[in-house]
Nanobody, 114 residues
Framework: QVQLVESGGGLAQPGGSLRLSCAAS????????MAWYRQAPGKEREWVAH????????RYADSVRGRFKISRDNDQSTVYLQMDSLKSEDTGVYYC???????WGRGTQVTVSS
């Protein structure tokens, strides 16, 4: 059974940090390009970042480049999203995605507010 379980969301102040985790199981994680997406209230889901199977190639949306960092631990079948210098516009539900297989997690809520 395929599972992607996100965690680490919550409330943060502008300028603060959060670290999201996504624990994967039920598929070949090591061979999967992994990504993070987010969906703000009233908006469509948008791509945030993705990284290669061994984590040596990363890509970021312009809106988060320089503030967010995506990484992975293949031994733990986990992908991370370190979010720094958070802004109110980063608020939304963050989803983990296995790009190759098209699997999605259920998301974790991130709220940036003072």
């Amino acid at each position: 059974q395929v599972q992607l379980v996100e965690s680490g969301g919550g409330l943060a102040q502008p300028g603060g940090s959060l670290r999201l985790s996504c624990a994967a199981s039920g598929f070949d994680f090591r061979r999967s390009v992994m990504a993070w997406y987010r969906q703000a209230p009233g908006k469509e889901r948008e791509w945030v970042a993705h990284l290669s199977t061994v984590g040596d190639i990363t890509r970021y949306a312009d809106s988060v480049r320089g503030r967010f960092k995506i990484s992975r631990d293949n031994d733990q079948s986990t992908v991370y999203l370190q979010m720094d210098s958070l802004k109110s516009e980063d608020t939304g539900v963050y989803y983990c995605n296995s790009v190759n297989a098209g699997y999605w997690g259920r998301g974790t809520q991130v709220t940036v507010s003072s």
